[in-house]
């Protein structure tokens, strides 16, 4: 009866096994296959999220915009106030002003430091005799204020690496009359200015 060895059968092997172990020739494309998406990941979320950082930015500067300009106007017309919108969201370039929610009004603090809406007008104007709570510095009493928001739906270009359906950005801003104690809405179609409106 003939036997066989085993012995040179699992030689063979173990070279075979030795050769495979040092042939290290696909291991930069299983490293490349790994760290590609991890990669992809953090470099789309680094793009969307300056692209979000701007946009806030403009968010905060269309606010200003808003309020800047009403407050240099003694009185104000629908005409204005839609310049006024206009050149706001012109500030939004290069991003599209489509998403953008925007109001501006004008608020009255009492004697006993309550604040109210004399007049609101835009995407979500404010009722007239709203209250409405501001920063206590800004509490002077028998003071006027301009009150710009602005609301900005983000959606970003890669929806997996954010929120998929959006994130809003808002901001706001107040400023003080520059012209005159308030500023006027509407302006009056002849005659002078009437006073500043309390109530």
């Not at 890669?158 to 706001?172: A, C, F, I, P």
């Amino acid at each position: 009866m003939k036997t066989i060895s085993i012995l040179p059968i699992w030689f063979r092997m173990r070279r075979i096994a030795g050769r495979m172990l040092a042939d290290r020739s696909g291991i930069a494309a299983t490293e490349f296959a790994v760290i590609v998406p991890v990669m992809l990941v953090m470099f789309f979320g680094t793009v969307e999220f300056s692209s979000g950082v701007a946009v806030d930015r403009k968010v905060t500067l269309m606010a200003r915009t808003l309020s800047d300009l009403t407050s240099q106007s003694m009185s104000v017309s629908d005409t204005d106030l839609t310049g006024f919108f206009a050149a706001s969201n012109g500030v939004m370039t290069p991003y599209s002003s489509t998403p953008t929610q925007s109001t501006i009004s004008e608020l009255y603090v009492d004697a006993s430091k309550v604040v109210k809406v004399m007049w609101s007008k835009g995407s979500v104007p404010r009722a007239k005799g709203t209250t409405i709570t501001i920063p206590t510095e800004l509490k002077v009493a028998d003071t006027y204020l301009i009150f710009s928001e602005v609301s900005y739906l983000y959606v970003p270009t890669v929806g997996k690496v954010m929120s998929s359906s959006g994130v809003t950005l808002t901001d706001v801003a107040y400023t003080r009359p520059r012209q005159s104690t308030c500023v006027i809405y509407p302006t009056p179609s002849s005659g002078s200015l009437p006073a500043c409106p309390k109530t």
